[in-house]
C-alpha cells in the first residue's frame, strides 16, 4: 500500500531534550515536506526536500533540523524544543521534477507535546 | 505573497442538502487549486485540483469544486451531503510559475458538519 509512515503518533517530553521524528514514503517520491497544524492557522511549511541531500527552509524553520540522506526517509529533527513548538506535525511526499501540480500524499501526523 | 482565505470556521448542513464550503484566493499569475479533507486523527487526503482548463473540477467521494477567476475563488461542493462528509476541509494554492519551491498556501480549514 502506497504511503507516508510517521513515527511515533504521540510524543510528550521537556523542554530541551532533544527528538526526531521519522518519516517514511514508499512511493519512490522526490518531493518531501514537514508542516505543522495550529488551530486557526491552517499548515505552515517548516521544511522541504526537492531530493536527496537538497533540503530548504519553508516557512517557520526556527528551531527545526532536517536530513535527506535516502530517497525515502526524512526525519524532522528538533535539537532543543521549546512549548512554542507543541503542534501537530505532518509528513508529505509528491512527484518532483516537472510534475508542481501533483498532489500531496500526507502522513497521519505527530501530536508533540512540549512542557 | 500568496494566500488562502476560508471564511467560514464552521458549516453546518443537513443530510441530503447540498453543501457548500468557499475559499478565495490571492497568487500571482495562474493558480493551481487544491482541496484536501481530513478526518479525525488522520492526514490530509487529496479530493481534487484545478490546474487548467474546464473551470468545474470533479474529485473523489462525489466531490466538485468551480473555479472562477474573476471572483479568485474555488468554492468546493457536493450535490447532496453525507453524514460521513464531516470532517475538515482545507483549500490550498500555489502560483503555477513558481516551479522552485513547490510550496503551497493552505487556509485556515473549514469544519463541516453534517446532521442526519
Known amino acids: 500500500e502506497a504511503q507516508v509512515t510517521q513515527n511515533p503518533r504521540y510524543l510528550i517530553t521537556v523542554t530541551g531534550k532533544k527528538l526526531t521524528v521519522t518519516c517514511s514514503q514508499n512511493?519512490?517520491?522526490?518531493?518531501m515536506s514537514w508542516y505543522r497544524q495550529d488551530p486557526g492557522l491552517g499548515l505552515r511549511q517548516i521544511y522541504y526536500?526537492?531530493?536527496?541531500?537538497?533540503?530548504d527552509k519553508g516557512d517557520v524553520p526556527e528551531g527545526y533540523k532536517v536530513s535527506r540522506k535516502e530517497k525515502r526517509n526524512f526525519p524532522l529533527i528538533l535539537e532543543s524544543p521549546s512549548p512554542n513548538q507543541t503542534s501537530l506535525y505532518f509528513c508529505?511526499?509528491?512527484?518532483?521534477?516537472?510534475?508542481?501540480?501533483?498532489?500531496?500524499?500526507f502522513g497521519n501526523g505527530t501530536r508533540l507535546t512540549v512542557t | 505573497a500568496q494566500s488562502v482565505a476560508q471564511p467560514e470556521d464552521q458549516v453546518n448542513v443537513a443530510e441530503g442538502n447540498p453543501l457548500t464550503v468557499k475559499c478565495t484566493y490571492s497568487v500571482s499569475g495562474n493558480p493551481y487549486l487544491f482541496w484536501y479533507v481530513q478526518y479525525p486523527n488522520r492526514g490530509l487526503q487529496f479530493l481534487l485540483k484545478y490546474i487548467t482548463g474546464d473551470n468545474l473540477v470533479k474529485g473523489s467521494y462525489g466531490f466538485e469544486a468551480e473555479f472562477n477567476k474573476s471572483q479568485t475563488s474555488f468554492h468546493l461542493k457536493k450535490p447532496s451531503a453525507l453524514v460521513s462528509d464531516s470532517a475538515l476541509y482545507f483549500c490550498a494554492v500555489r502560483a503555477a510559475m513558481d516551479t522552485g519551491r513547490r510550496a503551497l498556501t493552505f487556509g485556515s480549514g473549514t469544519r463541516l458538519q453534517v446532521q442526519p
Open positions: 526536500s526537492m531530493n536527496v541531500e537538497v533540503t
Open positions: 508529505a511526499s509528491s512527484l518532483g521534477g516537472g510534475a508542481y501540480n501533483s498532489p500531496l500524499h
Open positions: 512511493m519512490n517520491h522526490e518531493y
